[in-house]
């Protein structure tokens, strides 16, 4: 059905599939209470992150919509009198997209909102965790216009996503967790297809001994690491911090731990929401039991909370190495870990020391001292004085175990599609 759908999709003028996209951003806003109860209900982020969600994922389809003429548009590299040489950007065919459950809209939207735009037929497999979110996803774009043969939706989990690894697609686009996008790539390379990963990090962030405000500095790395319960790709995993602030940062950061509330995600005024699965509760409570078997100590939190529900209290550890998991491997969830350091060569070597590189953040008041540091850490995004954010226009792209490709930008546009070159000659 994609297959024979999917030609006259891409013959649609860009303008009218744009038009289209445009329609289901507002059709996301017009509706934005009720997907923000069911993504919720689904996944657990408080009610007003679930509508910070829809609406980060509506400007993102802003930027998409209005700059998909001039990156999928015809280029001209070069014209003479005898010869233009020019370069058209064809859809691939019939894309799949493989999606987490974290934030669907947002990473759905880096998917499937460029791959439609180019002209592509998508089969849309949500996270079983978030399938009714991946049902409204359907509904609106269907909605807005985007023929029922050039959208469709795969619902189940890992055995429905072996199926699909099975059947011939034209590209392969997944984010999900490393052990799986390993998987995805393995089986899907006979093939000879596109296959682009966004993995898990483990992202660190190091904090500098000029910086001024370390109030202000600790709360807002405190929310990089712990927003959405810390399940972001791109949430802060692990901290280091310059010896000479290192005690007043710690106690900012734990103050500012400790001011959230923890409940119903329904509730006013929630920060710390459940989890989404029971494993996650578990596997977090063996990452802190090991570290705090090799010396860690809990300053905040450190277990489940008892009673109904996945909750977990945020937590925040010290006294860590990198001989410990929580410093190692993608927490996924509301712990972190800080350690002091002597310098910024020792921060640097520790930064460092990952299979995984998706992003890296410095605060200090010196921008140089950060990029400085910043451009020997390999990772795909560098932030100086912020920390887990992702802009539309700037390439969304992992290295090492954090995956490859990107989305977003000028490249995310034409992740979905195929150049080919013109040697026009005139006779
Ligand atoms: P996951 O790997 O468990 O699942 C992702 C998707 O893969 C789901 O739809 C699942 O059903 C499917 N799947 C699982 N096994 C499969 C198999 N054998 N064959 C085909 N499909 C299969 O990941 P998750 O728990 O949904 O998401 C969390 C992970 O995603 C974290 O590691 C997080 O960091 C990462 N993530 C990365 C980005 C990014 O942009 N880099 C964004 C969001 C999440």
């Known amino acids: 059905q994609l297959k024979a759908a999917q030609p006259a999709w891409a013959k649609f003028p860009l303008e009218r599939r744009i038009n289209i996209l445009k329609r289901f951003s507002e059709l996301l806003a017009e509706h934005i209470e009720q997907l923000a109860a069911i993504l919720t209900a689904e996944v657990g982020k408080p009610l007003q992150q679930s509508r910070n969600e829809v609406n980060g994922a509506r400007a993102r389809i802003q930027w998409l919509t209005d700059q998909a003429p001039r990156y999928l548009g015809e280029e001209e590299m070069s014209r003479d009198e005898k010869m233009a040489e020019v370069i058209r950007y064809e859809p691939l065919g019939v894309v799949c997209n493989i999606s987490a459950w974290n934030y669907p809209y947002l990473v759905g939207t880096n998917v499937f909102v460029p791959a439609l735009l180019a002209g592509n037929a998508v089969m849309y497999k949500p996270s079983e965790y978030s399938t009714l979110t991946g049902l409204q996803i359907e509904r609106l774009l269907k909605l807005a216009g985007v023929p029922d043969e050039v959208f469709q939706v795969a619902i189940g989990g890992k055995e429905v996503g072996e199926i699909l690894l099975t059947t011939d697609f034209d590209g392969y686009y997944f984010t999900g967790s490393y052990k799986t996008g390993q998987y995805i790539y393995e089986k899907v390379a006979p093939k000879m297809v596109p296959c682009q990963c966004e993995l898990g990090g483990k992202d660190p962030l190091y904090v500098a001994d000029d910086i001024s405000d370390i109030a202000a500095v600790a709360a807002g790395t405190a929310d990089g690491a712990f927003y959405n319960n810390g399940q972001s790709c791109c949430a802060v995993e692990r901290i280091y911090v310059h010896e000479k602030v290192y005690d007043a940062y710690v106690k900012e950061f734990v103050k500012e731990v400790k001011s959230w509330k923890l409940g119903l995600p329904t509730e006013a005024g929630v920060y710390i929401g459940p989890l989404s699965r029971a494993s996650q509760v578990q596997f977090l409570e063996n990452q802190i039991d090991e570290a705090k078997s090799k010396g860690a100590v809990v300053l905040t939190g450190g277990k ?78 560098g932030y100086w004085n912020c920390c887990d ?36 000659r005139k006779a």
């Open 389 to 424: 954010r992702v802009s539309a226009a700037l390439p969304w792209s992992g290295r090492g175990h954090s995956g490859f490709g990107a989305t977003l930008s000028h490249a995310g546009l034409r992740a979905f599609t195929k150049p080919k070159s013109y040697h026009l």
């Open 304 to 381: 489940r909370v008892a009673g109904k529900g996945y909750f977990f209290e945020p937590t925040v550890l010290v006294n860590v190495n990198h001989q410990m998991e929580i410093m190692r491997e993608e927490s996924f969830g509301p712990v972190i870990g800080i350690m002091k350091v002597s310098g910024d060569e020792e921060a640097i070597q520790l930064m460092k020391d990952t299979a995984y590189g998706l992003t890296a953040a410095v605060y200090s008041r010196d921008e140089k001292r950060a990029t400085d540091i910043l451009a020997q850490v390999d990772a795909g995004t």
